[in-house]
């Protein structure tokens, strides 16, 4: 994984794959499991170059943000964001009473 900051600076178009390249058959069958998708801190020690990635490469569906709490699970440390990463637009925060379920202890605010 260790990868050259150019290999990643991309434009949506090298994302832009017609259905034909991802028409698989049945015979093709991936597995991951836990261990495989196991990284530590180091192997994710990325320079500001490698990520540099247009919007188009963003452009996720809710599909692919379909999130379980395992994999929610972050520490303080993982959630110091500055308020320049918080500058979030309304559409951004539209968000379900579900996902505003949180505790007293969660609202520990200063």
């Known amino acids: 994984m260790n990868l050259i900051g150019d290999m990643l600076n991309s ?3 090298m994302f832009n794959s017609t259905a ?3 028409n698989l058959t049945e015979d093709i069958h991936v597995e991951f499991n836990r261990d495989m998708l196991k990284l530590n801190g180091d192997m994710l020690n990325l320079p500001w170059d490698m990520l ?3 919007g188009d490469v963003l452009n996720l569906t809710g599909d692919m943000l379909n999130l379980t709490g395992e ?3 972050l520490t303080g440390d ?3 964001f500055t308020g320049d990463m918080l500058d979030l637009t309304g559409d ?3 968000l379900t ?3 505003l379920n949180l505790t007293e202890d969660s609202l520990n605010l200063t």
Do not use: K
């Open 11 to 13: 434009t949506g178009d």
């Open 20 to 22: 034909d390249v991802l």
């Open 97 to 99: 009473g579900n996902m």
């Open 71 to 73: 994999m929610l699970d």
């Open 92 to 94: 951004m925060l539209n």
């Open 52 to 54: 540099d990635l247009t």
């Open 78 to 80: 993982m959630l110091n």
